[in-house]
């Protein structure tokens, strides 16, 4: 069971790093749909090793809130306005963000070995790559132009934040988990309205337009 969920947990950390390099903006959030997916299985499989019940919940949850609900609450929100196959930018070259990538990557790891926690059901590796998701989230967020990636990136941290409770605590309470998943499917309808609204205004989901709206 441990090699299934260190295989998953790899293929997590796989399509984070596609992420990294996509240019599309439909391949975003299929990819972060797929990666939400993958999550969904390691609970289930954490669930079928200690046959705790919230843990059976937390992974229907996921899949149905984080792999269904927010992918296609982001695709409907930005249809009309950005939803297409028109690429996007990094403040930085893709060569460069894949490397930083990498490199917070080999951080995670090494941050995740010096944590003292317990694991219960999961085991150090997965540790790791949930440190190194959360972290390649956030750099995705602050370093990418466009607004909808942005918010991809936060999405993904979130996926790396669940792994990270998982591994810890072999999962937060039943309400907890539940509450943190309607957080983030609220979360991602607002800043679909917004995105939209930046369009509108703007004509361009571009973060760096934005400076034209100085007086």
Known sequence: METFEYTLAGLVLLITYWLLIARR???????????????????????????????LVLALSTFLIKGI?????????????????????????FPTALLIGMALSIAGF????????????VGQPVLGVAVAVILIGFFITVARQDAV??????????????L????????LGLLVDFALLMDVLV???????????M??????TDTSELTRLRG
Not at 110 to 121: C, F, I, W
């Open 164 to 171: 990270l409770g998982l591994v810890m605590s072999a999962g």
């Open 199 to 204: 369009n509108a205004t703007i004509m361009s």
């Open 187 to 197: 979360g991602a309808v607002v800043m679909g309205f917004l995105i939209a609204r």
């Open 149 to 162: 990636m942005q918010l991809t990136g936060l999405l993904v941290a979130e996926n790396g934040l669940l």
């Open 25 to 55: 903006i439909r391949g975003a959030i299929n990819g972060y749909a797929f990666q939400s997916v993958v999550i969904g299985v390691i609970v289930l499989a954490t669930y079928a090793q200690s046959l705790r019940l919230h843990l």
């Open 110 to 121: 090494v941050a995740a070995n010096r944590l003292d926690v317990v694991k219960d059901l």
């Open 69 to 93: 609900l927010i992918p296609i609450v982001l695709r409907r929100q930005v249809r009309a306005t950005v939803y297409d196959k028109r690429e996007t930018h990094y403040y930085v070259g």
